[in-house]
């Protein structure tokens, strides 16, 4: 199921399937190969319900909007009244079941989606690579012979999409954990500025970083999910003019460490872009260098993850993922006064970037250096941290700069997949779905070719 969300309500409109057909389809895919290790819980039976509720509704002429009847997952941190929340872990087993669905559970069962489940997940959402120990980590669709990591947090989003288990997926984004999955399974997602989605009755790991966004065939496809999950009902943009669209790359840590694969789609897609009339400027962004220094004395989401689970630890510690429980406890360390430092430090570094990149109108990046690497190269404790720090550092500058950001496979047909980042300042998601809709527009020949 990997047509647009415009395509599924030209289908559901013209009587060409259903709603019940459609959740049947992602159910049966959800149940088999992949899916085990993609949910966490499929909601059958309860699907369906709702399916045949869309369709009744559909047939008295009632279209409460876009995502009408659509097969849509949930990531495993967002509350369903009734559901204990668990977040990819064990450790919440025997937590208490939410009172209440999380405001964009709300926003979208009034959208008239339908839920299919809950996605697997990095536990706690702590890693950009995917890996789960607890349910089993999902393989990524472009080299599961491989066993390649499908990348994180939102592992079991982004293959729930590609494998057609849903018509989209949402997920959070803490420091790209949207962004890297989609990256490197070859679709697109999109990460708002933290403040745009309510994160109300969502299991948090940084209270300072989080946001919430979507995962789906296209960029135009996200924004249809931007437009209920930020309350905003707003149309979709339409794409941005490229013809003298000023986007800046940095040359400043984002292009260090490409692989040779990531580092030729990229050029590539930058020739598209230009021979468009795009203006393609390579800019030092300094204060990109400095962000490792910034957190010598620890992190917001280290700090902030330790604050939630120190309670939690103590009590079913030995329930955790090894490899996500010593990030947390890390933030221990930290200090209060070290934790205002960083506070005050983020503030100088946002008006700091902003000003530098104030002169365009997006920024371009890979959205991650490398493919997806094989799970079992990551079995050294060594090479599983770099590897981690090395796919969350370009998507983790624009978190930490509480920007926007889409990413959009810019890789060929065939070819490993590879994710071309366009982002600015907080508070630019409207303008960034346009100029993402339009770079998507313009790859779409090169791609297929």
């Known amino acids: 199921m990997t ?9 559901l409109s013209t009587g060409r399937t ?49 995502l009408e009847g659509l097969p849509i997952s949930i990531k495993d941190l967002f509350d369903v009244a009734g559901e204990t929340t668990k977040a990819g872990s064990v450790a919440l087993d025997d937590a208490p079941a939410a009172t209440a669905n999380a405001p964009i559970v709300d926003r979208l069962l009034a959208a008239g989606a339908v839920l299919v489940g ?20 999902p393989l990524n669709p472009f080299d599961r012979a491989g066993a390649r990591i499908p990348g994180g947090s939102s592992s079991g ?19 790209g954990s949207v962004r890297i999955p989609a990256a490197l399974c070859g679709i697109a997602g999109f990460k708002p500025t933290a403040r745009r989605v309510p994160r109300e009755g969502c299991v948090p790991l940084s209270t300072s970083l989080d946001s919430i966004g979507p995962l789906a065939p296209s960029l135009a496809c996200c924004a249809l999910l ?18 003298g669209l000023r986007l800046a790359v940095p040359t ?15 050029r590539r897609a930058l020739d598209t872009l230009l021979r468009a009339g795009a203006h393609i400027s390579e800019i030092a962004v300094p204060e990109f260098a400095t962000l490792g220094s910034l957190q010598a004395k620890g992190s917001f989401a280290g700090a902030e993850a ?19 429980l010593v990030r947390i406890q890390r933030g221990a360390e930290m200090t209060l006064a070290d934790y205002l430092d960083l506070v005050a430090a983020r503030k100088a570094w946002i008006a700091a970037v902003e000003a530098r990149i104030a002169g365009f109108d997006a920024l371009a990046m890979p959205t991650v250096p490398v493919i997806a690497p094989r799970i079992a190269d990551l079995a050294e404790e060594a090479a599983y941290g770099a590897t981690n720090l090395l796919i969350l550092r370009n998507p983790t500058l624009i978190n930490f700069l509480d920007g926007c950001a889409a990413s959009l496979p810019c890789h060929r047909q065939g070819e490993a997949p590879v994710g071309l980042m366009v982002a600015g300042a907080g508070g630019q998601d409207r303008r960034i779905l346009t100029i993402g809709q339009a770079i998507e527009a313009a790859l779409a020949p090169s791609r297929a070719a």
């Open 118 to 137: 809950r996605t697997n997940m990095t536990e706690f959402a702590f890693s950009g690579l995917g890996i789960n120990p607890h349910y089993g980590t």
């Open 306 to 324: 330790w604050h939630w689970h120190r309670a939690l630890i103590a009590k079913a510690g030995d329930r955790y993922d090894p490899r996500v």
């Open 157 to 175: 989003a982004a293959v729930s999409v590609t494998d057609g288990m849903a018509a989209a997926a949402i997920g959070t984004d803490t420091g």
């Open 226 to 243: 931007d437009a209920v999950l930020s309350g905003s009902g707003e149309s979709v943009p339409a794409p941005a003019e490229l013809a």
């Open 3 to 11: 047509e647009t969300l415009s395509a599924l309500q030209h289908a």
């Open 252 to 266: 400043t840590l984002a292009l260090d460490g490409l692989d040779n694969t990531v580092a030729a789609s990229f």
């Open 18 to 66: 259903t709603s019940e057909a459609l959740t049947e389809a992602a159910l049966a895919r959800g149940g088999t190969g992949e899916g085990p290790r993609v949910f966490t819980r499929l909601y059958g039976e309860r699907a369906l319900a709702a399916a045949r509720a869309s369709d009744l509704m559909r047939k008295a002429g009632f279209v409460r909007s876009p």
